[in-house]
C-alpha cells in the first residue's frame, strides 16, 4: 500500500510542481489554489510514507517519479522539446526508480521495539 501511495504523491508532485509555474508567483488563483492542495496531499501522503519504506529510497523514488512525469507532461504540452536524449535520460530515472522497488530493504524498526531490546 505504501509504494501506491509514493507513486500517487509523486504524481502530485507533478500537479504542484505545475501549477507553481502557471501561478506566475502566486497571482493567478486557480492555480495557486490548486498549488496549495495539491503540495498539502502529496506531502501528507509522502509522509505516511516514511512510516513504511527508508527514506533514502522514499524520497529518491518520490524527487524521480516526479521529475520524470513533469518533464514527460512538459513534454505533451508543448512547453519541453521531444529529444530522443531527453527520452533516454527520463528512461534512466524510471529504470533507476523501478530498481529501487525491486531492491530489498529492510524492515523499518520502530522505536518502542528498539527499546524492548
Known amino acids: ?31 495557486t489554489l ?8 502529496s506531502l501528507g501522503a509522502f509522509g505516511y ?3 513504511h519504506i527508508p527514506i533514502s529510497t522514499a ?8 521529475a520524470a512525469l513533469t518533464v514527460l507532461w512538459g513534454m505533451a504540452t508543448g512547453a519541453e522539446p521531444v529529444t530522443v536524449l531527453r527520452l533516454l535520460f527520463i528512461a534512466g530515472i524510471v529504470g533507476c526508480v523501478v530498481g529501487l522497488k525491486l531492491v530489498p530493504a529492510r524492515p523499518v524498526v520502530e522505536p518502542a521495539a528498539e527499546l524492548t531490546r
Open 34 to 41: 490548486v498549488f496549495a492542495a495539491t503540495i498539502v496531499v
Open 1 to 31: 500500500m505504501a509504494w501506491i501511495v509514493l507513486f500517487v504523491s509523486a504524481a502530485l508532485e507533478t500537479v504542484w510542481a505545475t501549477a507553481l509555474g502557471e501561478s506566475n508567483g502566486f497571482t493567478e488563483l486557480g492555480p
Open 59 to 66: 524520497y529518491a523514488v518520490w524527487t524521480g517519479t516526479g
Open 49 to 51: 510514507v516514511l512510516r
